[in-house]
């Protein structure tokens, strides 16, 4: 069991603070793999599907429903009970006619919030980082692990609306000052707000921003934390109807 648990398995005691997992429930629990997202920023599928979710009961009835291509993550079919879900991936269940939106709550654990139809055809994807490529086109590094070539001009920190599955560009949230924002770490993380001041620092220091929450009240925090969600309000449905 310990050389299993090595590679596919992890105690529960020791998994990221992101995952709503109780540490007492079971000794083990399922790592992700490697992929689109960090292992500390994911969930297995198979957590998603029998801890979260509770379509399941057990580990075998999950792998049972994975491998049957029963559940779509971004649109398309996983079949590996290990696959990594991740902030902002679209869990499907046709059968259930059940979509989930991979959110953080209020203490940094990332939840599976209910959407409507009107809200399973896309995913938002911050620029992480960008390059020039040959013919003078753009790369655009994502932060769910997508490449893309683009034409357009785009910058780091901006957030594009992708259709789902084709992966087509259908908006762009631009990050700038009065840019709706879901702040993704530190002490504020799940909270919502408008930007209203950022602040580049010449020195090591990192770059911050200044938010406005729906109380009126401002706060400072780091500019990778604010993740642009809408321009004028939001472009997805948030928990508690924000």
Known sequence: MAKMGSRKHLKRFKAPKSWPIHPKENTWTVKPAAGPHAIEDSLSLLVVIRDILGIADNSREAKRIINTGKVLVDGRPRKDYKYPVGFMD??????????????????????????????????LCKITDKTTIKDNKTQLNLHDGRNMIVDESFSVGDVISLNIPDQEINDNFKFEEGAMVLITGGKHTGEIGKITEIIINKSSNPNTVIVENNKKDNFLTLKDYAFVIGKDKPAISLPGGK
């Open 90 to 123: 679209v869990v499907q269940i046709p059968l259930a006619e059940e979509v989930y939106r991979v959110l953080p709550d209020m203490k940094g654990r990332l939840t599976l919030h209910p959407i409507s139809k009107e809200n399973d055809s896309f995913k």
